[in-house]
């Protein structure tokens, strides 16, 4: 795995984006070690990538698809089109909620789509609920920035909003999840600011998220709690 990571980024031809792939080495276990192998399995993939930024992301989608013979398509609502200069990537200036936009631009189908713009429940929720029905029966749906363990307080970084809008987050996923158990199976992994990947097994419409019924804060698990405290 550390060769084959190594020779990924010996592949990376802009220095910036070289530079963050060996400076967090958090991106390794969440990106490379958790779906790079397994995207490396689609033959002549279509991914749809939601975010671009300092194209860390983009530069891994971009070398599958020079592997595999695949096309990638980045959208952004800023500019980043001199980003990179390569035939496998197309870039659309577009708001990730403008689909009438964005669909005359791109394939009815994808293999991978991946989602980074805005790390809130509500709108992580719409734009998978947007685009799901584009992702091919086998395909992966991958979200960023799940994880909320950084962000804890007193924690690495620290973060009110972080903390609280990426666990929203993956709650609202399991809330999804629990109503789409035969449309959908998800894995979560918890490096660094995390990701959950929706691997899709039906072509059934989604239903809609379902409140999770923790007994987390019930009157049963606090007399528990103090029960367990009490016989100490």
């Not at 490396?40 to 698809?65: A, W």
């Not at 379902?210 to 009490?230: D, G, H, M, P, T």
């Amino acid at each position: 795995m550390i060769k084959s990571f190594e020779d990924f980024k010996e592949r990376i031809e802009d220095k910036e984006i070289k530079q963050i792939w060996d400076q967090l080495t958090g991106l390794k276990h969440k990106f490379f070690e958790f779906f790079y192998t397994e995207l490396l399995q689609y033959k002549n993939p279509t991914i749809l990538e939601f975010g671009v930024r300092h194209g860390v992301s983009t530069s891994m989608f971009l070398d599958i698809c020079k592997q595999n013979e695949g096309k990638l398509y980045s959208i952004d609502i800023n500019d980043y089109s001199k980003k990179f200069s390569d035939l496998n990537w197309k870039f659309i200036l577009a708001e990730d909620k403008d689909q009438k936009k964005i669909e005359n631009e791109i394939p009815n189908k994808f293999d991978i789509i991946f989602l980074d713009t805005i790390h809130k429940a509500d709108h992580v929720s719409e734009i998978f609920y947007r685009y799901y029905d584009k992702l091919k029966i086998g395909g992966l749906f991958i979200i960023d920035d799940i994880s909320w363990l950084l962000y804890t307080k007193g924690a690495e970084h620290d973060h009110f909003f972080k903390e609280v809008n990426n666990k929203e987050t993956f709650n609202r996923l399991l809330e999804i999840y629990k109503n789409n158990k035969t449309n959908f199976n998800i894995t979560f992994n918890f490096c660094y600011t995390g990701a959950a990947k929706v691997l899709k097994i039906s072509d059934d419409k989604l239903n809609e998220p379902v409140k999770l019924n923790s007994r987390e804060f019930s009157i049963k698990n606090l007399a528990r709690k103090l029960y367990i405290k009490l016989r100490k």
